[in-house]
């Protein structure tokens, strides 16, 4: 099956079966594909049972919206309600004391700005999330989770490609036996 970049889209109930591999030219021209789950392989993707890691790592997967610029200014105004220690006594005006606050919060304040570009991205349609991914392929991190139409799927960076968007689905392992909880209450 010859899918040219471009030319085909899945239909949003077949999105779940389906990788979509964004490549750059030698020229620099940025083109992307659907492909099957079968043509892929994912061997080198499956998730790990939980038991089988070595190490791990928390994402945040949901979460409220963070307004970083109201927090930002919330840090200033706190530490501008508070008096500062003996420390820095030689801190003696307001326009001082604000200057400190300001580059006390800073780093919270880009702390916050990086987390949300971290964020689980979500698009209701195909064409804005292969947009969004192209324009944003160097910041987007492997193992991120973005959701297209409401199917997850897992960034990953294969040979021959900048960035693949792989159904989370696609990656779970069935061959991960796991033990029933049996749960007892002791009279």
């Given at each position: 099956?010859g899918?040219?970049?471009?030319?085909?889209?899945?239909?949003?109930?077949?999105?779940?079966?389906?990788?979509?591999v964004?490549?750059?030219?030698?020229?620099?021209?940025?083109?992307?594909?659907?492909?099957?789950?079968e043509?892929?392989?994912?061997?080198?993707f499956?998730?790990?049972?939980?038991?089988?890691?070595?190490y791990?790592?928390?994402?945040?997967?949901?979460a409220r919206?963070?307004?970083?610029?109201?927090?930002?200014?919330?840090?200033?105004?706190?530490?501008m309600?508070?008096?500062?220690?003996?420390?820095?006594?030689h801190?003696?005006?307001?326009?001082?004391?604000r200057?400190?606050?300001?580059?006390?919060c800073?780093?919270?304040?880009?702390?916050?700005?990086?987390?949300?570009g971290?964020r689980?991205?979500?698009?209701?349609?195909?064409?804005?999330?292969?947009?969004?991914?192209?324009r944003?392929?160097?910041?987007v991190?492997?193992g991120?989770?973005?959701?297209?139409?409401?199917?997850?799927?897992?960034?990953?960076?294969?040979?021959?490609?900048?960035?693949a968007?792989?159904?989370?689905?696609?990656?779970?392992s069935?061959?991960?036996?796991?033990?029933?909880?049996?749960?007892?209450?002791?009279?």
């Amino acid at each position: 099956m010859g899918m040219t970049s471009g030319t085909f889209s899945p239909a949003i109930e077949e999105l779940d079966r389906y990788v979509l591999v964004i490549q750059e030219s030698p020229s620099g021209h940025v083109t992307h594909s659907w492909r099957p789950v079968e043509e892929i392989d994912l061997s080198q993707f499956r998730l790990q049972a939980r038991a089988e890691r070595t190490y791990g790592r928390i994402v945040l997967a949901a979460a409220r919206q963070r307004d970083c610029h109201e927090e930002f200014n919330n840090c200033i105004d706190t530490c501008m309600d508070r008096p500062l220690s003996e420390d820095y006594a030689h801190i003696t005006s307001i326009g001082a004391k604000r200057t400190h606050c300001t580059k006390g919060c800073w780093q919270p304040y880009l702390d916050c700005e990086e987390l949300q570009g971290r964020r689980p991205q979500e698009f209701s349609a195909t064409n804005r999330a292969v947009d969004w991914l192209k324009r944003n392929r160097n910041e987007v991190l492997v193992g991120s989770i973005v959701v297209v139409a409401g199917v997850a799927f897992i960034v990953a960076f294969p040979p021959g490609a900048i960035i693949a968007l792989i159904p989370a689905a696609a990656l779970a392992s069935s061959e991960v036996v796991c033990e029933p909880y049996i749960a007892a209450v002791a009279p």
